[in-house]
Nanobody, 116 residues
Framework: QVQLVESGGGLVQAGGSLRLSCAASGSIGNIYSMAWYRQAAGQPRELVARISRGGSPNYADSVKGRFTISRDNAWNTVYLQMNNLEPEDKAVYYC??????????WGQGTQITVSK
């Protein structure tokens, strides 16, 4: 079992920056990939960025060049550095972990609000 706890959300002005953190605990050695998703009001949840063991990070087109996903060496924590935020980035952001056996865990979500 993997548990995830997000932090770092909040209110920021357009053009500003925030960094989200996702702390993983439990069976961390079973994690194959971790990702950030977001869900805006009335919209489906969408992938923002993913990082996998042995692979390069991948990003949604809408955040390429502005957001960076990274992790610590032990896969204890995954970060999402968000720069040049836009009002369209307003959403609840969720951390996600997938294990080698395809078990999926979600965090509780953290709200990001970007003011104009």
């Amino acid at each position: 079992q993997v548990q995830l706890v997000e932090s770092g959300g909040g209110l920021v002005q357009a053009g500003g920056s925030l960094r989200l953190s996702c702390a993983a605990s439990g069976s961390i050695g079973n994690i194959y990939s971790m990702a950030w998703y977001r869900q805006a009001a009335g919209q489906p949840r969408e992938l923002v960025a993913r990082i996998s063991r042995g692979g390069s990070p991948n990003y949604a087109d809408s955040v390429k060049g502005r957001f960076t996903i990274s992790r610590d060496n032990a896969w204890n924590t995954v970060y999402l550095q968000m720069n040049n935020l836009e009002p369209e980035d307003k959403a609840v952001y969720y951390c996600n972990a997938v294990t080698w056996s395809a078990n999926v865990t979600w965090g509780q979500g953290t709200q990001i609000t970007v003011s104009k």
